[in-house]
């Protein structure tokens, strides 16, 4: 649907728990949150949002958390949403450290539209220190997997001054061997998310440009976000870089965002929006609800707000 700024959204974020198995120091490492079971949108409940927002013209759906995959019944709620009518495509953002091959394959097959796994190292030593656990194999296998399925695939990493930033060119390596898009997010100020310094964006692109001779924009359409890509000559993948306070693109922002207790936020930098599990279980029919949905969603605010810090990143889902 269009809003009061002529934007058209489409794409919606759903967190589907706040609940993650990892600890990611920029994400989680301080306060984490825990919702109790009630606060958490059940999957029936979270389906109807879809089919109602599909028919304003959301036909795109990005499954995040915290861990997706660490909430039961995961899989099953996937294959539901790709078959609401009006949704075109489903993608799903995780750490992947709880998929298996044969589930990844499944996933293919039912047609999930594609998969970013975050990622922040190549160095298993490193990438232990940003999560807090074990975490590489898992990773590192299933982005693998999810190239080797045949699905769209974006690794998502986060650099951060004194943990991983040199990682910059070991993580780039990975677009020119396989079908990747790697992506690097700049650090965002999130609720949780400690004193870390991230690496600006223009930085990173400097040491891209330096290091791939050749490396040009990329214009080809690669999902719904705000990255922007390039490429070099040979590469397989590409290289995308998500700038933090990507002012630029509030003019195109296309998203609104699902917490998993049921909130539905209009920009991710501020609390604004509607409270739509309190609609829907307080009994509301399908038609309030999508009216209250196109109210909101028409007065999506302009852009970021001066300061403004993104809330908690597992109950937002990123
Ligand atoms: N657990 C899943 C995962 O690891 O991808 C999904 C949730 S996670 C919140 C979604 C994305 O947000 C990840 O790619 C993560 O790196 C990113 N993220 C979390 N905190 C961030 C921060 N402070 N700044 C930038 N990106 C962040």
Redesign the pocket.
């Known amino acids: 649907m269009i809003d009061s700024l002529g934007r058209n959204i489409n794409y919606m974020r759903v ?1 589907i728990t706040d609940r ?1 198995n ?1 600890r ?1 120091l ?3 490492s301080g306060k984490f949150s825990m919702l109790g079971h009630d606060e958490i949108m059940r999957y029936e409940e979270i389906e109807r949002i879809v089919a109602i927002t599909s028919g304003l013209g959301i036909d795109t759906i990005r499954v ?5 995959m ?1 909430r039961r019944g995961a899989m099953g709620f996937i294959e539901k949403l790709v078959k609401i009518p009006g949704i075109k495509k489903v993608s799903l ?4 450290t709880l998929l298996d091959e044969a589930q990844i394959k499944h996933l293919a097959d039912i047609g999930l539209y594609s998969i ?3 990622i ?1 190292s190549l160095d298993a030593q490193i990438n232990s220190r940003i999560t807090g656990s074990d975490s590489f194999g898992g990773s590192y296998r299933a982005l693998i997997w999810a190239v080797e399925s045949g699905l769209r695939t974006k690794a ?3 650099l951060i001054k004194g943990l991983n930033e040199a990682q910059l060119l070991p993580m780039s390596q990975l677009a020119i061997n396989y079908t990747v898009d790697v992506r690097f ?6 609720e949780g ?1 400690g004193g870390f310094e ?1 690496v600006c964006a223009s930085e990173i692109l400097k040491q891209l440009e330096g290091a791939f001779p050749g490396l040009a924009p990329d214009s080809e359409t690669r999902g719904s976000g705000p990255a922007e890509y390039y490429k070099s000559p040979g590469m397989k993948g590409s290289l995308g870089i ?1 700038s ?1 306070k990507w002012s630029h693109s509030c003019q195109t922002c296309n998203r609104v965002r699902l917490t998993s207790e049921g909130f539905m936020q209009l920009c991710l930098f501020q609390t604004v929006g509607i409270d739509l599990r309190k609609l829907v279980r307080k009994g509301t029919s399908d038609e309030e609800i999508s009216e209250a949905i196109a109210q909101a969603i028409f007065s999506k605010p302009r852009g970021i707000a001066p300061g403004g810090e ?1 809330g908690m ?2 109950r ?3």
């Open positions: 967190s993650c990892l990611c920029y994400c989680a995040t958390g915290g861990e997706p660490a953002t995780t750490n992947g970013n796994i975050s922040d998502n990493c986060v997010i700049e650090l965002m100020p999130a998310a991230g998500i933090a993104v990143m597992s937002i889902g990123g």
